[in-house]
């Protein structure tokens, strides 16, 4: 992964954690609705791991946004 690859995937992480803490929401109980693992939340979150398209689905549907808004970093 280049440089640019790893700011987005660390905007993006922090954009769903900012999203989640919105609405105030814990990190097991959100990992929960979307179908994944904690752990990989985490990862997610801090920016550690490239979420495949269907996580990044199952988490737009958790947040009840569309997955356009939730890559919109903007």
Request: net charge neutral; with cysteine; proline share 1%.
């Given at each position: 992964?280049?440089?640019?690859?790893?700011?987005?995937?660390?905007?993006?992480?922090?954009?769903?954690?900012?999203?989640?803490?919105?609405?105030?929401?814990?990190?097991?109980?959100?990992?929960?609705?979307?179908?994944i693992g904690r752990t990989q939340l985490?990862?997610?979150?801090?920016?550690?791991?490239?979420?495949?398209?269907?996580t990044l689905m199952k988490i737009a549907n958790a947040l009840?946004?569309?997955?356009?808004?939730?890559?919109?970093?903007?």
């Amino acid at each position: 992964m280049n440089t640019e690859e790893e700011k987005y995937i660390k905007k993006l992480g922090a954009g769903i954690k900012a999203l989640r803490e919105e609405r105030s929401l814990d990190q097991k109980a959100f990992a929960f609705d979307c179908e994944i693992g904690r752990t990989q939340l985490h990862m997610i979150e801090n920016g550690k791991t490239n979420p495949r398209l269907f996580t990044l689905m199952k988490i737009a549907n958790a947040l009840e946004i569309s997955l356009s808004k939730l890559l919109d970093l903007d």
